[in-house]
């Protein structure tokens, strides 16, 4: 028995190496022969039920909703990297581990640098889901299920910043103080980190089938069994060029960086939101801190209203899917992102001209809803934009998304009180409206010429000619 054993680790550990111009190949201590169709482990047929999408429907949703509550700039070009070499589940988990000791770091600290440090090391690894979990959806749902799924997802990710603030400001202003905003958010990280590792499965397919030809050599003694995964002989600078290099060059091309900066203009609404609706509806209104963040509920009545109008659109989309003989079609995605532009830039300006506090205060607060709805209609149809017209690429136009939305988020709101403060909130918010209204042309431009711009280019064609 200690032989086989032995001869495992061989195999398992042993280098391999892929000559320049030559199929890959696997080597092992008892052959050293060029790999066979024969030794390679597959899924068996497109309906085993060990394939991720073919889970059932339950376990699809729990891996979705767990993923989406497990969840901004420098973590995404890192962990998005490793789970396509050791898999989603400990891509996510550890470092999702690592950001809740941060918490509770934040949560005991004793002057404002532990602060800081401790909430960039959050993030940094609390990036780890954010970046992940698009990937985990597309690996259990079918192109046209996970339109609906990254709905769900999305929600998730926009709820912490919009009911955050709600939560937050009900504590500080408790007994208990600002401390325990991060001692309940490292508990809950805690919680939710239990959940993932009681019922969560790997899903990324390629990891799977190491697993699978890992139990396989030990049943049949056959040490050739192998997975294509395990012959890919990763490298620091593959990986780079995938994750670091490739997503900059991306944002050179017309459709990425355009449609990037549009949702990365939205995200950055979102994040100064943040800022500016203390400012009007604490310092203008005089509303106390509790009520005073309630307004950020109006957003999210917005951005559930956006999510219905992109559930709509799915069935638009599904139709011009299979009229295309079930091959992407990236502008039906632009729909809701064409309606929400309009909605969007039209929010800013109500809520600017309405914040007088002579003014009632709903005025401003359906402003908010249409920010929210705008919001969401925009971020959506931008993210599901680009993966279908760079879909060889797709892990490198998501992280340069990822990147710059990340970049906005973290810079809007630096400026956000002189801004706000210095011209007023009517003005303030209208500079931010006429922005958003010369950013209304991208989707129309998009949608009319999009499929002749996709052709030209270099990673885009692919969504075009098929290769």
Same mark, same amino acid.
């Given at each position: 028995m200690s032989a086989l054993e032995n001869r495992a680790h061989s195999v398992i550990s042993r280098i391999r190496s892929r000559e320049p111009g030559q199929t890959a190949r696997f080597t092992h201590?008892?052959?050293?022969?060029?790999?066979?169709?024969?030794?390679?482990?597959?899924?068996?047929?497109?309906?085993?039920?060990?394939?991720?999408?073919?889970?059932?429907?339950?376990?699809?949703?729990?891996?979705?909703?767990?993923? *989406?509550?497990?969840?901004?700039?420098?973590?995404p070009l890192v962990w998005a990297p490793l789970s396509e070499v050791y898999g989603r589940k400990p891509a996510v988990l550890a470092p999702y581990f690592i950001a809740a000791i941060f918490s509770f770091g934040t949560a005991t600290a004793k002057d404002l640098q532990t602060v800081m440090l401790t909430r960039f090391f959050c993030g940094f690894f609390g990036s780890a889901?954010?970046?992940?979990?698009? *990937?985990?959806?597309?690996?259990?749902?079918?192109?046209?299920?996970?339109?609906?799924?990254?709905?769900?997802?999305?929600?998730?990710?926009?709820?912490?910043?919009?009911?955050?603030?709600?939560? *937050?400001?009900?504590?500080?202003?408790?007994?208990?103080?600002?401390?325990?905003?991060?001692?309940?958010?490292?508990?809950?990280?805690?919680?939710?980190?239990?959940?993932?590792?009681?019922f969560l499965d790997e899903s990324y397919p390629a990891v799977l089938l190491v697993y699978k030809a890992q139990r396989l050599r030990f049943e049949t003694g056959n040490w050739a069994l192998h997975a294509r995964h395990e012959e890919w002989d990763v490298t620091f600078k593959e990986l780079g060029n995938k994750y670091l290099i490739r997503p900059f060059a991306l944002l050179t091309t017309p459709i990425c960086f355009l449609v990037a900066i549009y949702a990365s203009f939205v995200y950055g609404i979102l994040y100064l939101s943040l800022a500016s609706f203390p400012i009007e509806f604490q310092e203008v209104r005089g509303w106390n801190q509790v009520v005073g963040a309630l307004p950020f509920l109006a957003y999210l009545v917005g951005i559930l209203f956006g999510a219905c109008i992109n559930l709509f659109n799915q069935k638009f989309y599904i139709a011009r899917f299979k009229a295309n003989n079930n091959f992407p079609v990236p502008e039906a995605r632009l729909p809701p992102m064409m309606l929400g532009s309009i909605v969007f830039a039209a929010g800013l300006f109500i809520f600017a001209w309405t914040s007088d506090p002579h003014i009632h205060w709903?005025?401003?607060?359906? *402003?908010?809803?249409?920010?929210?709805?705008g919001f969401f209609t925009i971020f959506q149809a931008a993210l599901n934009y680009l993966i279908d017209t760079f879909q060889k690429v797709s892990a490198s136009a998501v992280a340069a998304n990822t990147f710059l939305r990340s970049l906005f988020a973290g810079c809007f709101p630096l400026f956000a009180n002189i801004m706000f403060h210095r011209l007023g909130v009517d003005w303030a918010a209208s500079v931010l409206g006429f922005v958003a209204v010369a950013l209304i042309p991208i989707p129309y431009l998009f949608y009319i010429f999009g499929k002749r711009i996709r052709a030209k280019g270099k990673w885009s064609r692919a969504s075009v000619y098929g290769y």
């Open positions: 201590p008892l052959s050293h022969t060029r790999t066979s169709e024969d030794v390679i482990v597959d899924f068996d047929g497109p309906d085993d039920p060990y394939r991720p999408m073919n889970w059932s429907f339950r376990k699809k949703a729990i891996t979705t909703v767990l993923y *989406g509550l497990t969840t901004m700039g420098l973590g889901p954010v970046t992940n979990t698009g *990937g985990v959806l597309s690996d259990i749902w079918t192109a046209e299920q996970r339109g609906a799924a990254i709905v769900g997802y999305a929600m998730a990710v926009v709820g912490g910043p919009v009911l955050g603030p709600i939560v *937050g400001g009900a504590i500080c202003q408790s007994y208990l103080g600002w401390r325990w905003t991060e001692y309940i958010t490292g508990i809950m990280m805690m919680f939710f980190l239990a959940m993932d590792l009681i709903i005025a401003p607060i359906i *402003g908010a809803v249409c920010m929210g709805f």
